[in-house]
């Protein structure tokens, strides 16, 4: 069973930057699929980005594309979401999670497994 912590979150001006990391250990990290999810006040969680088991193929909802980018490092049992372009709207506690993976990545929560705690973004305009 893999255990996930977020890290990198905080406050940001609109237009900035942030990088967000999800440690993971416990399990073999090589063979989950992550994703990125992220979740308003009085919002339903929400699919942000997914990557797969080797890291070739990336979904992203449509509001991030072009501005956030989703990788992960094997070697290093570690996720990350670089957020590029950050607007007041990408305001939201951002959550990793990983399930178990055959094949390209999963945008459906009911699909992932583990979670991590959250970690808060906050987008000033």
């Known amino acids: 069973q893999v255990q ?3 890290s990198g979150g905080g406050l940001v ?6 990088r967000l990391s999800c440690a993971a250990s416990g399990g073999t990290f090589s063979w ?3 994703g990125w999810f992220r979740q308003a006040p009085g919002k339903e969680r ?10 070739t193929a990336t979904a992203y909802t449509d509001s991030v594309k072009g501005r956030f980018t989703i990788s ?6 570690t996720l990350y979401l670089q957020m590029n372009s950050l607007k007041p709207e990408d305001t939201a506690v951002y959550y ?3 399930y178990v993976s055959v094949g390209r990545p999963s945008s459906a929560i009911r699909d992932y497994n583990y979670w991590g705690q959250g970690t808060q ?4 305009s």
């Open 32 to 34: 989950y699929g992550l």
């Open 46 to 55: 929400e699919f942000v980005a997914g990557i797969s088991l080797s890291g």
């Open 121 to 124: 973004v906050t987008v000033a």
């Open 4 to 6: 996930l912590v977020e």
């Open 72 to 77: 992960r490092d094997n070697a290093k049992n």
């Open 13 to 18: 001006q609109a237009g900035g930057s942030l």
């Open 96 to 98: 990793c999670a990983a």
